[in-house]
């Protein structure tokens, strides 16, 4: 099943849709909770590997973890019998890095594929999955998220696919925060502000509701808290305990919620410009908040709220003062000349209900301001015609 089949597939939530939670009026929502385990503790993830390993039941277990992630990886693997490691890992997860390791895990006969590392690592994970069906045990080592997702992404000529399997989330989530000291700090910043994307990006996304609300929220006060601590002691795990324990709500609300706006733009520009994912998420989310942010009241206060700030965007500005966050698409090669091209692609995939008409004026006023790195409040004024619409359904 697409995202595409999902969104459509389903009813509008009526209640809570705006992020704004419960309310004066009366609650109706169908909300879904994902089964998994979730280990947390700092320094444990080798014991509770192990366990988990044996409670499962493995008898031949693939590692994927890549080269940089490798000596992680082999602490993280001290107690268990490796059948097969794979390293060979890719960022959005191409469809031949994809098949290389498919193969490599049915040749082996693996019946549990454990990844260590980050988001990428995860992908490569959910590939295999996806086809052998083998369970999977996370151990992410950056804020991404995905180890709580039953979202796979695969890529082929220039355009990522994503789509929703349950076989492809993990069973377990095994957190350790003290794998995480040696991210670099700016790219902690980065994924840190991936992951408060997500719990952003929920408040109005297609399946918004009071629970996966309640989950963002929160998620925004853990990251908005870790990360400041991080930037001033990155070696402390104070910090990383804080964002790993936001990430997962982030994801877990992300993963409820849909994607909202804000992903279907870095979707595009992650899998058809080959932007570095959580820089990406980290430039273009203060543009696309400042852009829904006064359509959406209730998701615009519940956020405010989080981060402890007269209005969410400027919780969401201070905290990207205070830990240096990146700030221009140019920086990563993002050129005027790519604008249509991506305006056009996003226009196809806009989320049903989003609380602001898109059009080609606005999303490329959005873009421009994200490539420039101009002001985001200036994107709230972007005016908007009715021409140029176009939702997933
Ligand atoms: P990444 O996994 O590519 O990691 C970034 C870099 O950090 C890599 O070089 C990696 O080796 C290194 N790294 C990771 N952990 C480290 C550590 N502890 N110490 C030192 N270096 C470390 O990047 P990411 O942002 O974590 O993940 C991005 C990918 O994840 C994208 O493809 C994105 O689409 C996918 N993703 C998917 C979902 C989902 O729900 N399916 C959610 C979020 C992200």
Redesign the pocket.
């Known amino acids: 099943m697409t995202e595409t089949d999902r969104t459509s597939d389903r009813a509008q939530q009526q209640t809570g849709r705006d992020g704004g939670g419960p309310g004066g009026e009366a609650l109706s929502f169908t909300h879904v909770t994902a089964g998994q385990r979730v280990l947390f503790g700092s320094g444990s993830a080798a014991a509770h590997l192990a366990a988990e390993v044996d409670r499962l039941g493995a008898r031949s277990v693939m590692v994927i973890?890549?080269?940089?992630?490798r000596a992680?990886a082999g602490e993280v693997t001290a107690q268990v019998e490796v059948a097969l490691w794979h390293t060979d890992?890719v960022?959005?997860?191409p469809v031949e890095t994809a098949a290389a390791a498919r193969e490599a895990a049915q040749a082996a006969g693996i019946d549990l594929v454990v990844c260590v590392?980050?988001?990428?690592?995860?992908?490569l994970a959910?590939a295999v999955a996806l086809t052998g069906r083998q369970p999977i045990v996370a151990v992410?080592?950056?804020?991404?998220?995905?180890?709580?997702?039953?979202?796979?992404?695969l890529?082929e000529d220039g355009r990522?696919t994503?789509g929703v399997d349950d076989a492809?989330l993990p069973v377990s989530v095994i957190y350790d925060a003290s794998?995480?000291?040696?991210?670099?700090v700016e790219?902690s910043v980065?994924?840190g502000l991936?992951g408060l994307a997500?719990c952003v990006d929920s408040l109005w996304a297609p399946r918004a509701d009071p629970i996966n609300a309640a989950m963002a929220a929160e998620g925004i006060r853990a990251l908005s808290e870790g990360l400041p601590l991080i930037v001033d002691d990155p070696r402390s795990t104070a910090g990383r305990d804080l964002a790993l324990y936001g990430a997962y709500l982030s994801?877990v609300a992300?993963?409820s919620a849909g994607s909202g706006l804000h992903h279907k733009i870095c979707?595009v520009l992650?899998?058809t410009f080959d932007l570095?994912?959580?820089q990406t998420?980290a430039i273009v989310l203060p543009y696309v908040l400042a852009f829904n942010g006064p359509a959406a009241p209730a998701a615009e206060a519940r956020a405010a709220q989080a981060f402890g700030a007269a209005t969410a965007l400027s919780g969401l500005d201070r905290l990207r003062d205070r830990v240096g966050a990146p700030r221009r698409l140019a920086d990563l090669g993002f050129t005027a000349a790519d604008i249509p091209v991506a305006v056009d692609i996003v226009l196809q995939n806009i989320p049903a209900g989003n609380p602001r008409t898109v059009t080609v004026e606005g999303l490329t006023a959005l873009l421009h301001a994200a490539l420039d790195g101009s002001d985001p409040a200036d994107t709230s004024t972007i005016t908007t015609t009715t021409t140029d619409l176009r939702t997933e359904e």
């Open positions: 973890a890549s080269e940089r992630e992680l890992v960022m959005h997860v590392g980050g988001g990428s690592t995860t992908g959910k992410p080592t950056t804020y991404a998220g995905s180890e709580a997702t039953n979202v796979w992404g890529t990522k994503t492809v794998l995480t000291v040696t991210l670099p790219m980065a994924s991936n997500h994801a992300f993963s979707h992650g899998g570095p994912h959580a998420h």
